[in-house]
């Protein structure tokens, strides 16, 4: 067992136990995880006040929603990275929306740019593995995958940097996306 199978197999252990109610698991989770989830969140936020807020929110949720970890879907890294970008996302709309006097009832209608993004990182054993997959793929895939799942950017905004139609730019990352998921089956 190398030392990247040791770590997947203690966060595993960790996670089982949080499952359980156990306080120290947590802390061992946050002992392996938290550099990466934070990194995850500054990226996103370019804030590392909003990153440290959004990273604490991520245990919180961790701490309460624990049951819901499936390790038949997703790694615990994958799981807790998608769980870190997802709650960075939220915080960087509501930062966004601050000051608006739109209605509760709009919130059902906003769409939500990332639905590709929980099948990228839970398809990952690791993010080691996923970089290697990702280095792999044509440069135009690997830094749209990179720009849309790690920074947040939406769709549109990466076809008018790269001067493409936004078909083209679903197409790339989607076929990119495909070849990622391939790579990281095998």
Not at 145 to 163: H, K, M, N, V, W
């Amino acid at each position: 067992m190398n030392a990247s199978e040791a770590e997947r197999s203690a966060l595993l252990a960790a996670m089982h136990r949080l499952r359980a109610g156990e306080q120290a698991a947590l802390a061992e989770i946050y002992r392996a995880t938290s550099a990466k989830l934070f990194g995850i969140c500054l990226r996103i936020l370019q804030d590392s006040g909003e990153a440290e807020d959004a990273l604490q929110e991520v245990y919180v949720g961790l701490w309460r929603n624990a049951a819901r970890f499936d390790e038949s879907r997703a790694s615990p890294i994958a799981w807790l990275a998608t769980f870190a970008r997802n709650r960075a996302i939220d915080r960087l709309r509501m930062r966004g929306r601050a000051g608006t006097d739109a209605p509760i009832e709009a919130a059902g209608e906003l769409a939500d740019p990332s639905p590709l993004a929980d099948i990228a990182l839970e398809a990952g054993e690791d993010s080691l593995r996923i970089h290697h997959c990702l280095s792999l793929l044509e440069a135009r895939q690997s830094s749209a995958i990179g720009a849309a799942f790690l920074d947040g950017t939406s769709y549109p905004e990466l076809a008018t940097r790269a001067g493409v139609p936004l078909g083209t730019m679903k197409s790339w990352i989607r076929r990119g996306l495909a070849r990622l998921k391939e790579c990281l089956e095998r």
